[in-house]
């Protein structure tokens, strides 16, 4: 019942959405093709897509179901800075009509004013799109050097790629899973870790594509290992953890594992777990690091970075988080940053060091703007006292 209510809260906010977005485009382009019946018969196609895609994925993933998908993802895009604009410019009308402010060239003829501002709007949102997509499609390595002290461990360095919010599916697909695999083995890294959402939001589709495949080409001394994201669990793909294991990722589920008597890897169930799956509460860090020594390096792993300081309480080294995406476009990086301590980039309490990723992968709409797409390269050099 509660999923119902939410998913009809969500049409009816999208419904009034979409159609306040069209009834101002279809004012501004009066006398076009835009203010046609025909348009807005694409236009609500174009806004149902994604869902309509969704829909035919769990009867059949085909060429046709990817594309709705596809297709959605960017008009969602579109739609997304298109109400944004719109906001904007009626904000300004408002404020017009309290106090008048517009110069005579737009009063004189208001509606060739009206044209102009959708033609010039409709061309920076291009733009923007264009640019978010080419930007979600071309990853960069950010590069990260922490200083620990360990005196049971037994290296100096120790080379990690760690990477989070892959998302296989529609938009991260076969060529940029590729890409994503090519840059990986080109820094050569002793340690891969991911930080969750391999899958986007069904494993059927990576399955059908054979992603996760690729990943059987990662041949780091220490090996692949995870934990799970809250994609695990929309996508189904808590159910089925044999697949990542059998494509070379070993998968963690609330579990710590010491890695050839040199360092600890803790995995903290998705914190969303519980509640997804009807499973048990997830372990608390009490429980993941009785019997860790902590004179050996221990590296965390927990997909959505809530609670920093209780990481920071023991003496673990190294935290890598992702889900925030950074927002993944602005301005909603803005409301991750007021939910997160940390929605991105490197902080440190007390003796920890903590990551969060924008990840390398995109959720619906295609493109990131204001973030990159970013696979992590860190340089752990232990410096015993």
Known sequence: ????????????????????????????????????????????????????????????????????VWIGGIGAGFFIYALLFIIFFDFLRLINSII?????????????????I??????AISVIFITGYINAKTPKVKKLNIAINKSGATFKNLNIVAISDIHLGTAVNKSKTKRLIKTINELNPDLVLIGGDIIDDNIEVAKYFGLMEY???LKPKYGVYSCLGNHEYISKAYKDLDYFEKNGIHMLKDSTIKIDDKFYIISRD?????????????????????????????????????????TAE?????????????GQFWPLNYITGLIFEEDWGYLKKKNTHFYISSGF??????????????IVNIRVNNKPR
């Open 314 to 326: 023991y003496d673990i080294d190294f935290q890598f988080s992702g889900h925030t995406h950074n």
């Open 270 to 310: 998705d914190i969303e777990g519980e509640r997804m799956s009807g499973g048990k509460e997830r372990k608390s860090l009490d429980e993941l690091t009785e019997g860790v020594d902590f004179n050996l390096p221990v590296f965390l792993l927990d997909h959505q970075p809530f609670k920093l300081e209780k």
């Open 100 to 116: 008048p402010f517009y110069p005579n060239f737009i009063t004189a003829n208001y509606q060739k004013a009206k044209l102009i």
């Open 1 to 68: 019942m509660r999923i119902i209510i939410i998913i009809s809260i969500f049409l009816a906010i999208f419904g009034l959405a979409g159609y306040y977005v069209y009834n101002r485009t279809a004012q501004a382009f009066t006398g076009t093709f835009i203010n046609s019946k025909p348009f807005l018969v694409f236009y609500v196609v174009l806004l149902s897509s994604f869902f309509m895609g969704k829909i035919l994925e769990n009867f059949s993933i085909n060429f046709f179901s990817n594309t709705l």
């Open 118 to 123: 959708g033609i010039v709007s409709f061309a």
């Open 361 to 374: 992968g995109t959720a619906v709409v295609p493109i990131k703007v204001g973030n990159n797409s970013e």
């Open 215 to 217: 990943f059987k080409n």
